[in-house]
């Protein structure tokens, strides 16, 4: 991990800011944690240690899954968003020095962080997990992005106003949190399923459905802490074989609940390929 993105991290025990050396994350209180070989920092507190994030499994069905290309609108939206909101930021702060510290929080395998990052030479980017197996993978998804395990349900450890943008995509949100971390002027982008997001497969393989009042939950959820600004709904169809189907459930909350023997077999009696709809919001919110 770059030592200019470990500065924008603060302790999990005392909340001073980390500073790195050689593979040492340590605050001047003389909290420290080492960088794990393969490269990412584990800043879960102890009391968090029992938190179940994706397992092995998931995180390669994901990997295997997103490298296929077929959330790539996802991620084409979301770099157009944050290339908006970037361009409309007052000021930049310097931690990291550049074109702006992009998080994305339950980043699993980094997949939609790297996209980003990439848009721009100098934009680096924070992937925040509670899973090891997801922060082994985000650790190597591009040279200007860190991994770091932690709850952040609980607490991001990332100082105040370090972060230009923050990504949400499919997870948990923290409104506190994320905008604490947010500089000011700073935009939380949210990416969430609509109704019609894998519609052909729900009833067919048993998958979780999407709550009808997503929406009013999300506005609730985010309200106090942030005032919306716009959204764009992004829906295509894929077509999809039944090895890509399998691995899309696998990479889901819906693989917890799943007997893989009976998914097979439901898998089964789909058309091969199947036209699968993609249909999500991305929702742009600003600190209130």
Same mark, same amino acid.
């Given at each position: ?123 680096? %980017?924070? &992937?925040?997990? +509670?899973?090891?197996?997801? #922060?082994? *993978?985000? $650790?190597?998804?591009?040279? !200007? /992005? ?14 105040? %106003?370090? &972060?230009?943008? +923050?990504?949400?995509?499919? #997870?948990? *949100?923290? $409104?506190?949190?994320?905008? !604490? /971390? ?16 894998? &519609?052909?497969? +729900? ?5 979780? *459905? ?5 929406? !009013? ?72």
């Amino acid at each position: 991990m770059h030592p200019d993105l470990v500065l924008a991290l603060r302790c999990p025990v005392c909340g001073d800011p980390l500073g790195l050396t050689a593979r040492t994350a340590s605050c001047p209180r003389g909290h420290s944690y080492d960088l794990a070989k393969q490269g990412y920092l584990n800043l879960l507190p102890s009391a968090s240690t029992g938190i179940a994030g994706d397992s092995a499994p998931m995180v390669d069905a994901r990997t295997t899954f997103l490298a296929t290309g077929h959330y790539a609108p996802i991620l084409q939206a979301l770099k157009s968003h944050t290339t908006q909101a970037l361009s409309e930021l007052p000021v930049r702060t310097a931690l990291p020095a550049g074109g702006g510290l992009v998080v994305e929080v339950g980043a699993g395998t980094g997949y939609y962080l790297a996209g980003v990052v990439e848009d721009a030479h100098d934009r680096w %980017g924070l &992937a925040l997990d +509670v899973s090891r197996y997801a #922060a082994r *993978r985000a $650790a190597k998804v591009h040279p !200007r /992005v860190g991994s770091v395990i932690c709850d952040a349900w609980r607490e991001i450890p990332l100082l105040d %106003g370090v &972060a230009q943008v +923050v990504l949400d995509v499919f #997870a948990p *949100r923290n $409104a506190l949190e994320m905008a !604490r /971390v947010l500089a000011p002027g700073g935009s939380l982008l949210v990416v969430t399923p609509n109704q019609a997001h894998l &519609a052909e497969l +729900v009833a067919v393989l048993g998958l979780v *459905r999407v709550d009808e009042e997503k929406e !009013r939950r999300l506005t609730e959820s985010l309200a106090g802490s942030f005032e919306k600004g716009g959204s764009e709904t992004v829906e295509t169809v894929m077509r999809l074989d039944h090895p890509a189907v399998e691995r899309l459930v696998a990479m889901t909350p819906s693989a917890r609940h799943t007997d893989p023997d009976e998914l097979t077999e439901r898998i089964a009696v789909l058309p091969d390929p199947v036209e699968v709809t993609l249909s999500v919001t991305l929702s742009t919110w600003r600190a209130a």
